[in-house]
């Protein structure tokens, strides 16, 4: 639309005064300008040198440098973190409320998982 805009603007047909294209890009210039808060700096790691060879053998054997390796990997910590701690809230919630399971019923629950 802006393309037919402009292409009348060219042929005159809004000669007393701006098309309605430049009124549109005159207001979009007046707006702020995005500004994107970097409140984290970059982060660099280091390790000793044999837990560096360490990354680097097991990222290669992954497809992967060692660099994008961490990245992952920390990116999966996180997530499991996060997964732990909502099912620990949920647990705590669901105690609160007076559902408790009794000793004997989560070591059963226990057995069951390693045994199936």
């Given amino acids: 639309m802006l393309t037919r805009l402009l292409a009348a603007k060219r042929r005159n047909r809004w000669a007393d005064g701006p098309c309605p294209a ?4 005159r207001s979009l210039s007046m707006l702020p300008r995005p500004r994107f808060s970097r409140s984290l700096n970059p982060m660099e790691v280091h390790f000793p040198p044999d837990v560096e060879t360490q990354l680097q053998q097991v990222a290669s054997a992954n497809g992967k440098n060692a660099e ?4 992952d990997t920390v990116t999966r910590m996180l997530a499991d973190q996060a997964r732990f701690v909502a099912g620990v809230q949920r647990g705590m919630e669901q105690a609160n409320r007076g559902e408790l399971v009794d000793h004997r019923e989560v070591v059963n629950r226990i057995d069951r998982l390693f045994h199936s």
């Fill in 22 to 25: 430049q009124t549109v890009l």
């Fill in 68 to 71: 994008q390796w961490v990245k």
